[in-house]
């Protein structure tokens, strides 16, 4: 089983195990105080509001690459892709959802979760983005960001809205066929095809294949989405709101493969300027000439992503970046830290035994570090805190082997 399933295996395993603080408490010794804490079924999720001086705007586009088949569907046709793009907005409008109720029905039974929660209460996540927002105005980098195998675009919800609240306009992307579910136009939720050829894999080396595959695919679907994003005098502009973006400053990260897929967009295409890895094994390698003295960031965990670890791929790839870059591990974090869930899962007084890294502290890491990263090479920022370990932050070791 390659590292991606195996980091998500074992956190989901142990996140489901985990009852919460309340749940514990009550089946050890009833009482009247245990007896009216919410389950973890009743609570009302929120993401954190963001920090930025900006509200922030939300809109919704459908994408489709008529130049490219789908690559796990090809009798589906081209290749479809959900995209939510957040923006720096002046107030007003209404609340965005996170995500439908078939998709948060899908991520839960993919997840082993479905136990736990309900359905209604992950689409019910009270969002910080506004639909119909008014843009805040000027020219903004464009971040480019993909998610998790298997995982929905809403899971990267809070990094989206605190980089749009600080100036960014942040193109949220879903591929078709890869996430447990996401819900197109006309009424259709694709499921995770993807998954169900990576599983049927004969060995371990033809899954990283298809892994390898998959994230070169993504960063198609990248390349793809700048296009549509920044060139409206070769086509109708994508996204109505297409002239916030500054085209000379772009950038793409992503959790998993979808942060495989941010070093493989920039093997492929110059206008990506830096790139970020969460935690993503580097199943298409970073090529042996480099990545053109760009930047390029690798947050991961301390257990599995370390020098010396399982993980081969960030040793043999830090040696072929050849620009500006940084290796971090966190430690007591686990595959899912640098995402919504264990910001989620604290609500409910959920933890995983073995991240046990507080969700407070997965989002502040997640958001400064990635955060910093961009102000640095998209703004031409000096930000200190990527400069060297921080006492503020005494879970993050810089590493250099």
């Known amino acids: 089983m390659s590292s991606t399933r195996r980091n998500s295996a074992a956190l989901l395993l142990a996140t489901t195990l985990a009852l919460p603080a309340s749940a514990a408490v009550a089946a050890a010794a009833p009482s009247p105080a245990a007896a009216s804490a919410p389950a973890a079924s009743d609570v009302r999720f929120a993401i954190p509001r963001p920090t930025g001086q900006d509200e922030v705007g939300r809109d919704t586009l459908h994408l489709v690459d008529a130049g490219r088949r789908d690559p796990w569907v090809p009798s589906a046709g081209a290749r479809e892709l959900m995209v939510s ?62 998610p998790g195998f298997t995982l929905n675009r809403a899971t990267l919800t809070t990094l989206a809205e605190e980089l749009a609240s600080k100036g960014y306009v942040v193109a949220l992307v879903d591929h078709a066929y890869e996430s447990f579910g996401t819900s197109f136009p ?31 695919n993504r960063a198609a679907d990248v390349s793809f989405v700048i296009d549509r994003l920044t060139r409206p005098a070769r086509s109708a502009p994508a996204w109505k709101h297409w002239n916030l973006i500054d085209p000379r400053r772009i950038g793409a990260a992503g959790h998993s493969l979808g942060g495989n897929a941010a070093a493989s967009a920039m093997a492929a295409d110059r206008r990506v300027r830096a ?22 960031l690798m947050l991961g965990t301390k257990a599995q992503h370390s020098p010396g670890s399982d993980d081969t791929t960030w040793q043999r790839d830090w040696r072929r970046l050849d620009g500006w870059k940084r290796w971090l591990t966190v430690a007591g974090s686990g595959h899912f830290t640098f995402i919504d869930l264990p910001v989620l899962g604290a609500q409910a007084g959920i933890t995983d035994p073995s991240a046990p890294l507080p969700g407070k502290r997965s989002r502040e890491i997640t958001t400064s570090y990635v955060g910093a990263f961009f102000d640095r090479h998209l703004r031409g920022e000096h930000r200190p805190l990527l400069d060297g370990p921080s006492t503020a932050n005494p879970e993050v070791t810089f590493q250099n082997p």
Do not use: I, W
């Open 85 to 146: 793009m957040y923006y720096p907005a002046r107030a007003g409008g209404s609340a965005a959802p996170y995500m439908t109720l078939d998709e948060a029905r899908l991520l839960l039974k993919g997840q082993r979760l479905d136990s736990l929660f309900k359905a209604e209460q992950l689409a019910s996540v009270r969002t910080n983005a506004r639909l119909r927002a008014r843009p805040a105005g000027g020219r903004h980098p464009l971040v480019v960001l993909s």
């Open 186 to 216: 006309g009424g259709r939720t694709l499921t995770c095809v993807a998954c169900e050829t990576v599983e049927r894999a004969p060995s371990d080396e033809a899954e990283k294949k298809l892994m390898a595959k998959a994230a070169v």
């Open 275 to 296: 790139g970020v890895n969460m935690d993503g094994s580097f199943f298409a390698p970073v090529p042996e000439s480099g990545l053109g003295k760009r930047p390029f």
